[in-house]
């Protein structure tokens, strides 16, 4: 029997049924779902329309029913749509007669958004611990990193030379952005929609300043319509989470790359690669590859919401039931990704004479030799044609740049020592620069800011 059978004089057809039930996913909810309600009761016996004995017969119930779902002994049964009907349903049998007050003043839509309020604040928080987490890893393989450096690439050709510090913190600081995003839509979604009712509050006399305080959300709602119908949490929350994965997502690729024969640059652990069922040579960085793959359907997860909310007329439709899957498996697929991906990079094995060698050779350092000539009073653009010509003859011919630039009437006798191994690195010297000094001096900052970013808010 449904909650609103009294309206109808038949059944609902089993097509119907199957197609709207919510249970399957939104038992999710059960915790969010208790809470709620022991607030509403708290509430409900403080203005007067429930009795304390009904108070408490109605708390001791939601306890019982608490314990049932917690040693999953809870029987859901044909009839409960969602985990609100089974719940309360669960009540009424507990509690008699009085369970059939536990909803008064409520609808399943104030409900509901109070109950997914609930569980994105609680879930988005464990999702700031786990990013803040992998940014401890990029931090402490940054420190280790000491002075190696690598080729940073642009277009995927190499560019320029990097500390392979500065390049771990260029995804430490993304990732911090999103730590302060999480933050920033955990804060606007601390909101309590409870006692907004189907969608325009009550004629009793309900508190929801006070059920608001009870539930640990900053503030209430402030128009019932907006408070039913509101998902703007739930789109937010998928976009950030979309952003962490597209940063994993980047890192994964470049995990792959780096690991690959023709790299050479790393390589993953054990625990962190798979084999190929035919191919006895093979290790493969899955992780890496599915923190890019998966990322494809944290995308669509935001995406298809959007579209879900688009053109939707106040208030409560039940499209909105929609919210709810993929936001579970959004956080669900990026707090299993930072995890592998945090193991993934605390275990690597960094190779770093192979980087360095990349690093080191051709005309990587050419753009130094181009500030060599500006810095002795030739006008840039004349500088680098200067350079180019030469890096082009280099390779016609085969030649050392460095015996070009010996040979060069533009450059004294220090300059080819600009092309020695290790050297470039060091003159990137300018504030947030690649070079020893500036990210010396990057690394105190991303300390101070990992460690306020660690302070509760
Ligand atoms: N399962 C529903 C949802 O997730 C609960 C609210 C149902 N409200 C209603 N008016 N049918 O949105």
């Known amino acids: 029997m449904t909650l609103w059978h009294g309206r109808f004089s038949g059944g609902m057809d089993d097509a119907m049924a199957a197609y709207t039930v919510s249970l399957p996913f939104d038992r999710e909810l059960a915790k969010e779902d208790l809470e709620g309600s022991r ?6 016996v403080r203005v007067g329309l429930l009795t304390s004995e009904e108070g408490e017969s109605l708390l001791s119930a939601l306890s019982t029913v608490d314990e049932e779902l917690t040693s999953q002994v809870f029987v859901f049964d044909p009839s409960d749509e969602d985990i609100h009907t089974a719940v309360e349903r669960r009540v009424t049998e507990l509690a008699g007669p009085t369970g059939a007050k536990l909803h008064t003043g409520r609808s399943r839509n104030d409900q509901v958004a109070t109950d997914l309020r609930l569980w994105t604040k609680r879930n988005l928080s464990l999702v700031v611990v786990d990013v803040l987490e992998f940014c401890q890893i990029l931090q402490e393989r940054a420190t280790a990193a000491g002075e190696t450096y690598l080729p940073g690439y642009t ?3 190499r560019a320029q030379p990097v500390l392979l510090a500065h390049h771990f913190y260029a995804h430490g600081w993304s990732l911090l952005r999103d730590v302060d995003r999480l933050h920033d839509c955990l804060k606007r979604l601390d909101v ?13 006399p309900l508190d929801p300043d006070y059920t608001a305080s009870l539930l640990g959300f900053a503030a209430r709602f402030e128009n019932s319509m907006d408070a039913v ?16 994965g597209i940063h994993l997502s980047r890192m994964g690729e470049e995990l792959v790359l780096w690991s690959s024969e ?30 890019r793959g998966k990322t494809g359907r944290l995308v669509g997860n935001l995406t298809g919401l959007l579209v879900t909310l ?15 899957e993929p936001l579970f498996d959004s956080v669900n697929q ?11 990079y605390a275990t690597l094995q960094i190779h770093d004479a192979v980087m360095q060698r990349a690093a080191d050779g051709g005309a990587i350092a050419a753009i130094d030799l181009a500030e060599y000539l500006v810095v002795h009073g030739t006008p840039f653009r004349e500088a680098h044609a200067i350079v180019a010509d030469l890096v082009r003859r280099s390779i016609d011919d085969h030649s050392e740049l460095s015996e070009l630039v010996n040979l060069s009437e533009h450059f004294g006798e220090d300059a080819a020592a600009l092309l020695l191994p290790g050297v470039a690195v060091t003159r990137r010297t300018t504030p947030g620069g690649a070079g020893p000094k500036p990210v010396a001096e990057q690394a105190v900052r ?10 509760p808010r």
């Open 310 to 324: 688009k053109g939707l007329p106040l208030s409560y439709n039940r499209d909105l039931q929609e919210d709810k």
């Open 262 to 291: 023709e790299f050479g640059f790393c390589t993953l652990d054990d625990g962190f690669a798979s084999g190929s069922s035919m191919l006895p040579q093979k290790k493969n960085a899955d992780a890496a590859e599915l923190a």
């Open 229 to 244: 119908s509101d998902r703007d949490f739930v789109a937010e929350a998928l976009f950030v989470l979309a952003m962490i």
């Open 334 to 344: 990026v707090r299993l990704g930072l995890r592998a991906m945090g193991g993934a």
């Open 446 to 455: 991303f300390a101070e800011a990992l460690q306020a970013a660690q302070r």
């Open 155 to 157: 277009h995927v050709q």
């Open 39 to 44: 607030a509403h009761v708290q509430g409900l």
């Open 192 to 204: 309590s929609p409870l006692g907004a009712g189907a969608l325009a509050g009550s004629s009793l």
